[in-house]
């Protein structure tokens, strides 16, 4: 770096990393439960979780993201140029499949909560959504029936935005460090992997007997943790034999100024801890055992979810390595980030 | 309550600055056609009007057009017939035209209390008080103890300044010349008659010693070097440090600071030696040749690569190339470094490069150096305006016969009673021209200090009274004349009107100051009719010289025969007026003051212009500060190397330590500077309580160890200090 | 309509920071805001050593990176060649600022909207040179037009093989640097 240069990093800061962060993680949720209803329909919790989650967590992104847009932030209409302005932008074919993906979410967060309702035995909810859940209008029929194309179209926009995540600051080609064909993958992965982990998390908090079915989760949840640490590991590789600008990415990440952070928050708590806790759960549950999580909830008992026993079930190992993996995921993000150096354009000789 | 109003005024237009940048945001909103449209729409409704005036950033005083947009200063664009801008200004001339609007200007005249605050009071009782104390003062010690110190390049408050002092019967007006070029100045002076100018574009090899045309700005001289280059001249720089006349030298050479002198002298050595000087101008013009020519028979290049640390085969090519090339070639005279005031051996070191380029007979030669043409300037009819006798005292620093004035003895002066009541005008002499600790102490001793500035200066704080000037934009100064192949008059006029009602220009003031002492009949006239006499002589009328801001005089000046203002006539190898004050005729090698231990840790201090910045004057603008601070300028340069195995990385603070005292600073870690020096740019560190220099760094001066002055030339020697550093 | 172009001859620059002070003054900006950036590089051991000191601009890129990622449209390609900004489009996203290879992007506080060197055009359409141009000490600068082949611009470009930037990523940069 030349004295007084600015970092792309210290232009896109946190936020922008968290808006990447939580839009990839919203698209992995709903990718999560998506496969989860395909493949294993009678893990009703995995699924449902996994869906309802998926649409809060895009619209805060969007929202963390319009505040950073400040110009816009304060003259709201210009964000109608997004639609009109240069659509061949990554950022704006990003808005396009936000635009599509935000309302499938929350659509199949909708039939979800339909779902949710007729499987709780038809109780009374709040807002009159009972009755419009029994009987909606026929126009709207769908909207609680849910149907598998729109689902699938769901899907689809979901492996877009995580993609899309990536190549908005894959497609910066004055920071060598991003501009290459591993962090998209690396950045879809690490998506699909947080999108596991929050769903996890949340269906081990609402149903604590759903991790008896874990174990296919968690195969799928360890080979992504690990292709993210490969993928980590040759960005890094490529970068450090690439342009003078990448290798200094890679200098601060291994032992420079982002050393720290890079080590203890990104690669063992947020990537080694977890993969290696989860390992041995999969193993663990292979054998036949019960969780003892689970264990402690009585087989069959169907009552509500008390205070009393909420705090054990988002705070148990199983339930803090997720939430590493969850940091982790945020915390590659905003690292990368902060790691981008622009390319150096003066003369070497 | 009227103060606090102004500046509050004052504050909102400087945040207009900030709300200006809008116009530019808006700037797309548009195609090309309409933007422009729109853009000129607005302009017909903006007042635009151009003045051309005179820059005020340092003592170049470049011509420039000033643009007044609605009343407000917008930006400048240089004169091209103005001989030093060509057409061009530097950084610290643009930034400078904020200077009319800044915060901490002074706004009203201030008396010094008891307590020590300071109590606005009016012109009326100002200049009352002062010219009572002056009478006073004058009456019980006599006229001597009065003295007057302005900036030399400020000619309004030269002439101004003299002509109440010679009123008054004191003789001792002092320039801040003892600070900056004094020891080229007496070098010169007394070996070839005067200091010349060079003919930059013409020179087809040139060294620049410590001399740094893109650090130490003149825009002409800048643009003159490049077109030297694009024609391929050959350009060496000789500087402990690559300054930042890299980019357009041919070569760099390290050499040990302080050692120029053995440089030159082995320079000489060679061209002798190898029969590459101007025999035949030396015969002419020469004055004592033979003895010098025996005396540096011992300096070889070999000998001075020992001393300088440059090798003998560099001294030798660089020879060669001077004496090949000539008379298109020169070593420049320098300004303020290793010749001007750094060291012990300055002056020598200044004689030995005029000496040198008289061996190559560059003198009034083109591409050589130039003694340029002054404009004829006429005076006062003394029939109507009677002027005073220039008084019969001794000056106060007369034990120094060989410069003009030794500003740098006045805190002596004042220790020893000699002195009792100075003015001070555009100058800031506690903190620029000795220790200012040590200065400090000195002025306050003082019965009577009269300080006219702009801002609140490290003297201003010690005065009792401060009297507000109006700044460059806003006010008419006396016609300056700029000698050169052809001579030159330029005016410095009001751009603006003036921004605090209660600021008053310098000749208004020296008018008001010397009617209340008694003495207002040599000040019955206004600045416009001095100036109309000094212009008579030239044809020009003032109205003329306003409309055009600088006038280039037709009446060319003769190359080839140089005209040597010396004792004898000539050059003087042998130096008849060093002889006659007891010093060595010949510049032989004197080796610096002090040399650093290295195996101590210790370094030689260098400090050095900045291309953003002219002393404390701009370290209180905010576009010079701002590059201060993007680009870490107040940073202390250290060689890479050494600082490595000090364990010190980019940026790490230290503390360094001379004899004199300790400061503070961050450190630059390069590989262009010698490994036995470290380098600080020199406007840093004011110690006055608003300058927002004060948080930049430190000033090299407080380093220096108290109170040393050279014999022969009075300059301070501020290179002549040995400091250690310690991380922090 | 002409391609407006500079060169920048560094043999020629005493990196003094005229140009970047004066253009604050022409474009009224606050005294932190630079469109003209220096960047200083050295090479070499002492005594041996290369210094380069390279005052860098938006370049005017042909093919605009922030042009081209600028998702609303708000920065353009006007005619001339010269790349502008319509603030009135502009939400503040700033990729145009992360696009741009040469760091010529600063942003404006008051609107949070990017600001950058517009080569004075509203005075290069009135026969002026741009400022930086007119007050470089040493003529370091020249300005013109590339689609002109009699113009300075061109002949210098082509005498002192001039280059642009890291023309390696093709963003085709009509600002050309000798050195």
């Known amino acids: 770096m030349y004295p007084g240069q600015i970092m792309p990093g210290q232009i896109w800061g946190w936020i922008i990393a968290l808006y990447l962060f939580l839009a990839g993680m919203s698209a992995g949720a709903y990718t999560t439960a998506y496969l989860s209803q395909r493949l294993y329909p009678h893990l009703k919790v995995i699924r449902w979780s996994g869906y309802i989650v998926a649409p809060p967590l895009v619209i805060i992104g969007l929202v963390t993201l319009m505040i950073d847009a400040e110009a816009g932030f304060f003259h709201p209409w210009r964000f109608f140029f997004l639609y009109i302005g240069n659509p061949s932008s990554i950022m704006a074919i990003g808005v396009y499949i936000l635009t599509l993906f935000t309302p499938l979410a929350l659509y199949r967060a909708v039939v979800s909560l339909a779902e949710i309702w007729r499987d709780g035995g038809e109780k009374k909810w709040p807002l009159g959504l009972d009755r419009f859940f029994a009987r909606p209008p026929e126009w709207l029929r769908w909207f609680v029936e849910g149907r598998g194309w729109i689902d699938f179209l769901g899907l689809v926009m979901a492996v877009a935005t995580a993609t899309y995540t990536a190549l908005l600051i894959g497609n910066i080609h004055a920071v060598p460090f991003w501009n290459n064909s591993i962090l998209p993958v690396l950045f879809v992965v690490s998506a699909f992997s947080t999108g596991i982990a929050i769903t996890l998390f949340t269906a081990t908090a609402w149903d604590p007997k759903v991790q008896e079915h874990y174990a296919p989760y968690l195969a799928l949840s360890t080979s992504l943790k690990g292709l993210e640490l490969f993928l980590l590991f040759a960005l890094l590789y490529f970068s450090w034999y690439g342009d003078q600008a990448a290798k200094a990415s890679t200098a601060d990440l291994l032992w420079g100024r982002l050393a720290l952070p890079f080590w203890i928050l990104l690669v063992v708590l947020g990537l080694a801890l977890p993969l290696r806790y989860e390992l041995q759960e999969r193993k663990h549950l292979l054998a036949g055992h019960v969780p003892a999580l689970a264990a402690s909830v009585p087989a069959g008992d169907k009552r509500p979810v008390d205070a009393g026993s909420l705090s054990p079930r988002l705070f148990a190992t199983s339930q803090i390595m997720h939430l590493f993996a969850i940091v982790g995921g945020f915390v590659l993000r905003y690292l990368i980030l902060l790691a981008g150096h622009f390319v150096y354009f003066l003369p070497t000789w | ?728 | 309509m002409a391609r407006y172009g500079m060169l920048i001859d560094l043999t020629k620059c005493a990196g003094c920071m005229a140009c970047t002070v004066s253009c604050q003054l022409q474009n009224d900006l606050p005294p932190e805001v630079h469109f003209i950036k220096f960047y200083q590089q050295e090479y070499g051991t002492f005594p041996v050593v290369s210094l380069v000191n390279i005052p860098v601009q938006c370049q005017h890129c042909e093919k605009p990176p922030c042009v081209y990622n600028c998702p609303t449209g708000a920065s353009y390609i006007a005619d001339g060649g010269v790349v502008l900004l319509n603030e009135s489009k502009c939400i503040g996203c700033k990729y145009c600022m992360t696009s741009c290879p040469y760091n010529a992007r600063v942003l404006n506080e008051e609107t949070h909207t990017p600001m950058k060197c517009i080569f004075c055009f509203d005075h290069v359409k009135e026969g002026e040179q741009p400022m930086c141009v007119q007050t470089c000490l040493g003529e370091a600068r020249v300005f013109g037009d590339l689609d002109d082949p009699e113009s300075e611009l061109n002949k210098q470009i082509n005498e002192k093989k001039a280059r642009p930037l890291r023309p390696d990523l093709g963003t085709k940069p009509k600002i050309f640097y000798v050195w």
């Open chain 2, 1 to 728: 309550m009227l103060e606090e109003k102004i500046s509050r005024r004052t504050f909102l237009k400087a945040t207009a600055l900030a709300v200006g940048a809008l116009s530019v945001g808006a700037v797309g909103t548009f195609s090309f056609e309409t933007w422009k449209g729109k853009r000129a729409e607005a302009e017909r409704k903006d007042d635009i009007r151009v003045i051309p005036t005179l820059c005020a950033a340092c003592s170049n005083y470049c011509g420039l057009n000033v643009y007044v947009k609605n009343g407000r200063v917008w930006r400048a664009v240089g004169l091209p017939q103005h001989p030093k801008s060509k057409g061009k200004i530097c950084a610290r001339g643009h930034g400078l035209l904020a200077t009319p609007y800044l915060r901490q200007r002074l706004t009203q005249p201030l008396k010094r209390m008891e307590d020590g605050s300071f109590q606005p009071i009016s012109w009326e009782q100002a200049f009352r008080e002062i010219g009572e104390k002056l009478q006073e003062i004058r009456t019980k010690y006599g006229p001597g103890v009065i003295a007057h110190i302005s900036y030399s390049g400020r000619k309004t408050a030269r002439w101004y300044g003299e002509r109440l002092l010679w009123a008054l019967g004191s003789p001792n007006t002092f320039t801040h010349d003892a600070s900056c070029n004094t020891g080229r100045v007496v070098g010169f002076e007394h070996t070839v008659g005067g200091t010349p100018g060079t003919d930059i574009a013409n020179a087809r090899y040139m060294v620049y010693m410590g001399r740094n045309l893109a650090e130490g700005i003149t825009p002409g001289d800048v643009f003159e070097l490049a077109k030297a280059r694009e024609k391929g001249a050959q350009i060496v720089v000789v500087d402990p440090r690559g300054n930042n006349m890299y980019q357009m030298a041919t070569k760099w050479v390290p050499i040990r600071p302080g050692t120029d002198l053995a440089f030159v002298l082995a320079l000489a050595h060679v061209l002798i030696r190898e029969g590459l000087y101007d025999a035949a101008f030396v015969k002419e013009y020469g004055y004592g040749f033979e003895q010098f020519a025996q005396a540096v028979e011992k300096y070889t290049p070999q000998w001075a690569e020992e001393i300088t640390g440059v090798p003998a085969a560099t001294i030798e090519e660089v020879a060669r190339g001077l004496g090949k090339n000539k008379p298109r070639a020169f070593i420049h005279p320098g300004w303020r470094g290793p010749t001007g005031n750094s060291y012990a051996n300055s002056v020598d070191t200044a004689r030995t490069v005029a000496l040198v380029n008289a061996l190559l007979g560059n003198y009034q030669k083109e591409g050589g150096l130039i003694f340029g043409k002054n404009p004829p300037f006429g005076n006062l009819d003394p029939a109507k305006y009677p002027a005073p006798e220039k008084p019969a005292l001794p000056r106060v620093d007369n034990e120094w016969t060989l410069p003009h004035n030794v500003v740098t003895a006045v805190p002596d002066k004042i220790r020893d009673g000699a002195l009792k009541a100075i003015i001070v005008n555009s100058s800031n002499p506690v903190m620029h021209y000795n220790n200012p600790l040590y200065a400090r102490e000195a002025y306050k001793l003082l019965e009577l200090l009269v300080v006219v500035d702009i801002f609140m200066s490290e003297t201003a704080e010690l005065a009792h009274y401060v009297l507000p000037e109006v700044s460059y934009l806003e006010r008419d100064d006396v016609v300056e004349g700029i000698g050169g192949k052809k001579p030159v008059v330029a005016l410095r006029q009001q751009a603006i009107g003036k921004i605090h009602p209660e600021t008053k220009a310098s000749w208004e003031i020296y008018r008001g100051i010397a009617e209340a002492a008694g003495v207002g009949k040599y000040f019955n006239f206004t600045i416009d009719e001095l100036n109309q006499a000094m212009l008579a002589p030239t044809g020009l009328s003032l109205n003329e010289l306003k409309a055009e801001g600088t006038v280039v005089l037709n009446s060319p000046l003769l190359l080839g025969t140089p005209n040597f203002e010396t004792p004898t006539g000539k050059v003087e190898f042998y130096s008849t007026n060093f002889k006659a004050a007891g010093f060595d005729p010949i510049p032989n090698w004197k080796p610096p003051l002090v040399m650093p231990d290295v195996s101590k840790g210790e370094f030689r201090l260098i400090n050095g212009r900045q291309a953003y910045h002219s002393h404390t004057n701009t370290t209180r603008n905010p576009y010079l500060l701002a590059l201060t601070e993007h680009y870490h300028g107040d940073r202390l340069w250290i060689n890479r190397r050494v600082a490595e195995r000090m364990g010190l990385k980019e940026g790490d603070w230290v503390e360094v330590r001379s004899e004199a005292a300790t400061a503070r600073v961050q450190v630059h870690l390069t590989e262009a500077i010698h490994p036995e020096a470290v380098f600080i740019y020199a406007p840093y560190g004011s110690l006055a309580k608003d300058a927002p220099g004060r948080n930049f760094a430190f000033s090299f001066m407080t380093l220096l160890p108290y109170h040393k002055l050279d014999p022969v030339s009075g300059i301070a020697m501020t290179q002549e200090i040995v400091v250690t550093l310690r991380k922090i």
